[in-house]
């Protein structure tokens, strides 16, 4: 690693920046880079077990003067197990801030980006290739990187919010099974255009809220088609980009369209956008009143439709709790899921009281204060549904660390 320098754990002190060599399980902090602040993250870091860390160069914040656990009263060790060890609270708010930045950042690419597919397809394809550089080195900036539920500005959802979720999902699940970095930057590009076909669609088909009639659908089920129609002849873009447009409603069962594709028709790079377009199209399903029963029906009807073991990573990579889940927890507050980066009972959160008041963000697993069931917005209170933003669309971006 470029400009650390290694030490052992026992020259570990106060004041001190660090950098933890282990996988983000093995620890408790919200960060592998950790100012050390207090007695109590000095002693935990000492406990971890390791050999070294690895010292952040010219890195140093003295907070408070060394002092040896022996040298603590029962009473200061009291009134340290009675408190939260960290508070991670403004950590979490700005790594959330910096993902919805960039989320919308990126919508606004993407919006540019289509509207040069016509008039400039050299331009778009350049600009395309960027964002997905970009989304890249957010997505590999963190050894283990996690989803956080982010949202866009304007109260509707446009193809372009959709597509940069889509292919946030996409590349994250890319590199969970293991694909190359130049398959992970072809789902990204593909993600980005997916949805292109629908341009061609009327509006008032593409945002109609009910259900359509069986014309409306079969008009809809034709924009994979119109996507590919249009980009194949500009002919800057990859085979694999094309079949993403192309076939992004293909299943491995036959059951899809446009061209019901089976099994190993389907590359394995469009499977991919294929399983996260539908689960992002799911989470904002009105009949699923969480994130949590969207992928529950995904998991319980998805099986025969796509790769049982691309479905079980998924799982792994979305969490227990997805964000934008909202849940009751043990203490009697409701709260939307914003990261769930252990796939525990213990995510990071935005919580309030049951009457909506004091909305603030937490880490349970700082807390201990556990899940206790996940709740349906329909019986969420006006009040607490507003102070979680349970009423937004969900969609996500990276978080890093």
């Known amino acids: ?92 708010k700005q790594a959330i801030h910096k993902s919805q930045k960039r989320f919308s950042f990126n919508i606004n690419e993407n919006q540019v980006i289509h509207s040069k597919l016509l008039t400039d397809p050299d331009g778009a394809y350049r600009l395309s290739a960027g964002v997905a550089d970009q989304l890249y080195q957010h997505l ?20 372009s919010q959709h597509c940069v979720s889509v292919a946030v999902i996409s590349m994250l699940l890319a590199k969970v099974i293991g694909l190359s970095e130049e398959q992970i930057r072809d789902v990204a590009q593909g993600a980005l255009v997916h949805d292109y076909g629908k341009s061609k669609v009327p509006d008032s088909i593409v945002r109609k809220t009910g259900e359509l009639t069986n014309s409306e659908k079969n008009f809809l089920n034709l924009h994979p088609t119109y996507g590919v129609n249009i980009l194949k002849p500009q002919g800057v873009w990859s085979e694999a980009v094309l079949s993403i447009v192309g076939s992004h409603h293909e299943f491995i069962d036959g059951s899809g369209f446009p061209k019901q594709l089976k099994g190993k028709q389907i590359p394995i790079t469009t499977q991919v956008v294929s399983l996260a377009n539908e689960f992002e199209n799911l989470l904002n399903d009105s009949r699923f009143s969480s994130s949590k029963l969207a992928l529950g029906y995904l998991y319980k009807n998805g099986s025969k439709r796509h790769d049982p073991e691309l479905l079980a990573a998924l799982i792994k990579t979305i969490g227990v709790f997805p964000p934008g889940t909202i849940v009751k927890l043990q203490d009697g507050c409701f709260a939307k899921v914003l990261v769930n980066k252990n796939h525990s009972n213990f995510p990071d959160v935005l919580s309030c009281t049951e009457s909506g008041s004091k909305a603030k963000m937490r880490c349970l697993e700082d807390e201990q204060v556990a899940i206790d069931s996940v709740v349906n917005k329909g019986e969420l209170p006006e009040n607490v549904l507003q102070a979680l933003g349970g009423d937004q669309a969900v969609s996500f971006y990276f978080c890093s660390e």
């Open 1 to 92: 690693m470029p400009n650390l320098v290694k030490i052992p754990v026992s020259d570990v002190q106060l004041g001190m920046k660090v950098k933890i060599p282990t996988s983000w399980k093995d620890h408790p902090f919200f960060r592998s880079s950790i100012w050390i602040k207090t007695n109590k993250e000095l002693q935990v870091i000492k406990g971890l077990g390791l050999p070294y860390v690895y010292l952040l160069e010219g890195h140093y914040q003295v907070t408070e003067q060394v002092q040896k656990p022996e040298e603590l009263s029962v009473q200061g060790k009291e009134s340290y197990s009675e408190q939260s060890i960290f508070d991670h609270s403004k950590e979490i």
């Open 140 to 159: 590999t900036e963190t050894e283990d990187t996690h989803l956080c539920t982010v949202k866009k500005p304007e109260s509707h959802r446009d193809v």
